[in-house]
């Protein structure tokens, strides 16, 4: 979609109702097979209306916060904003709204703050550099930017009561790291892994689950306490 409507666009539009009535039946069929709880965290996206949304519920049940872009335009994520809506009272209040593109990663385990990445003022340079990570308190506004050090790509993994969860790849091995909101103490974690990819967590935080595998083998599912010794559940290199 270019947001012309040109020869194609008029084609696409002009389809027979036959056409149009077997794309809604194949549409209804696979909404159909999708599981009628699509959990606390999901990505919505409208293809009519293409504006990416990450919603996600508050841990407390009483909000819901998401990422919205200003018009339907694929490029204008630059300029998205995160919103939080209060359950109870339908009441839909901007959180953060920044020059560039703000996006949001996590709740904090008591629903007060949320973590987020942007690109602040920038929105020039912002696709080529290395994302920049915030926490902010609902209730002052207040924000501080962490993980300051740290000269690579940050992917959020978690943020539970241990603290949040966070990775990044050094050359040929991703690492894996836990950051202490209150004290700022950062620590590695060490899987046993060289490659550790998907990571869940147990809601209170004493447990993960994790995907990942060494240079010599297949990926294989492990469990463990973060920092621990990881045991093994699949074997798919046998």
């Known amino acids: 979609a270019t947001g012309v409507f040109d020869e194609r666009t008029r084609r696409a539009a002009n389809v027979s109702a036959g056409e149009r009535s077997a794309q809604l039946r194949v549409t209804m069929e696979r909404w159909r097979w999708l599981p009628p709880d699509l959990g606390s965290r999901y990505v919505w996206v409208n293809t009519a209306n293409p504006t990416l949304q990450v919603v996600d519920w508050s841990p407390d049940g009483n909000q819901i916060a998401f990422t919205r872009q200003p018009n339907p335009l694929i490029n ?5 904003d995160i919103a939080v809506l209060l359950v109870d009272s339908g009441t839909l209040k901007t ?24 690109s602040v003022n920038d929105t020039v340079s912002h696709y080529y550099k290395n ?5 902010q308190n609902l209730a002052s506004g207040t924000r501080r930017e962490i993980f300051t050090t740290v000269d690579e790509q940050k992917q ?10 966070y990775s990044y790849a050094d050359k040929m091995r991703n690492r894996l790291f836990r950051f202490n909101p209150a004290t700022g103490e950062k620590t590695e974690l060490n899987t046993g892994l060289d490659l550790p990819g998907g990571i869940s967590f147990s809601s209170d935080g004493q447990t993960m689950a994790v995907s990942g595998r060494g240079y010599d083998h297949l990926n294989e599912i492990y469990q463990g306490p973060p ?12």
Not at 98 to 109: K, T
Request: aromatic content about 14%; hydrophobic content about 40%; cysteine-free.
């Open 76 to 80: 204008s994520s630059i300029y998205a």
């Open 227 to 238: 920092g621990g010794p990881m045991k093994k559940l699949t074997d798919m290199s046998s």
């Open 156 to 165: 959020v993994i978690d943020w539970n009561p241990s603290g949040i969860y």
């Open 131 to 135: 994302n920049r990570i915030f926490i």
């Open 95 to 118: 959180v953060v709204q920044n020059p560039s593109g703000d996006f949001f990663l996590r709740w904090s385990p008591d629903s007060k703050s949320i973590l987020f990445s942007s």
